[in-house]
């Protein structure tokens, strides 16, 4: 059922199987962050994700991204974005080395139905602030899922990512210009779920509405700098950055994040949060 501002609201049967792409995105989460070792190159991360998808009978929901509006086309499955890159890193020839801060950031299309998530880690040993830094991107997210409820405001959830960031005694730099996003039948539908903003604000939260949560956060300056190759974005200071990212919805038990193996209820029960997932 489409509503209102082009908001795509999904039944029950959409829901399950937008399930079943998260689970994809999970997997090929935790493939990337146990290969990920020093020597590694991002382009044989990228291969392990490709495996994956099509172990499942997967879809990308990032490669060719962009072909339709006669942009170059995204040449990828994932983006890894290494250390200043915060995020849409092509991956290539590059060799991670220990202390590298890597995110990656993967979509998977199953029947049709899209699930984006990211995380972010360390190779090898890494500097104290980038592994809070992480951390702290990591929290917001889940501060931003934990504002998510039937009835309330989109704004709720970006306030909640922006007091979750700017209550640390550290400086930290929100991205600008890059939101989070409504997901279903396309990877990236209204409404926009910016990283910043005001409570009690904006759409009013509903059953069937699906969002991807993704703060995009760096250890200095809020501007991002697109770089010739069109897509990687990297600080404007040099300073390294993290993304974290679910696709989340809410149902009448509670909370169900798509994109986690165990549909978010760990995280969700550390903080007193309901986990409603759909049977199936
Ligand atoms: N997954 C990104 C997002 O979270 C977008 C990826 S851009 C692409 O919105 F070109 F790689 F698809
Ligand atoms: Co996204």
New binding site residues.
């Given amino acids: 059922m489409i509503r209102g501002r082009g908001i795509e609201l999904k039944n029950r049967d959409q829901l399950l199987v937008m399930r079943r792409a998260g689970l994809v995105v999970a997997q090929v989460h935790a493939a990337v962050r146990d290969a990920a070792a020093p020597g590694v190159t991002t382009g044989e991360l990228d291969q392990i994700a490709r495996g994956i998808l099509a172990r499942h009978g997967a879809g990308s929901?990032?490669l060719n991204?962009?072909a339709d509006w006669g942009y170059p086309p995204?040449p990828a499955v994932t983006?890894i974005s290494v250390n200043e890159e915060v995020?849409?890193g092509i991956p290539g020839d590059r060799v991670l080395a220990s202390g590298d801060l890597v995110s990656v950031?993967f979509?998977a299309i199953v029947d049709g139905w899209h699930g984006?998530g990211?995380i972010t880690f360390g190779v090898g040993d890494l500097a104290e602030p980038d592994a809070r830094l992480s951390e702290v991107t990591r929290e917001s997210l889940w501060a931003g899922i934990g504002a998510v409820r039937l009835n309330g405001r989109l704004g709720d959830i970006s306030h909640a990512i922006e007091r979750s960031i700017r209550s640390r005694p550290e400086h930290y730099g929100i991205l600008k210009d890059y939101t989070g996003?409504g997901i279903g039948s396309a990877?990236?539908q209204p409404p926009d779920v910016p990283n910043t903003g005001r409570p009690g604000r904006g759409l009013r939260l509903v059953e069937g509405l699906v969002l991807?949560i993704?703060p995009m956060i760096t250890l200095g300056s809020s501007i991002g700098i697109t770089l010739d190759d069109e897509?990687t974005v990297v600080t404007q200071d040099g300073s390294r950055a993290a993304h974290w990212?679910h696709t989340v919805t809410a149902t009448k038990h509670g909370l169900w994040v798509l994109t986690a193996l165990d549909g978010g209820e760990a995280e969700l029960a550390a903080r007193g949060l309901p986990f409603g997932p759909l049977a199936d």
Avoid: I, L, R
């Fill in positions: 929901s990032f991204y962009g995204y983006c995020v849409h950031d979509g984006d990211a996003h990877m990236h991807a993704e897509w990212e």
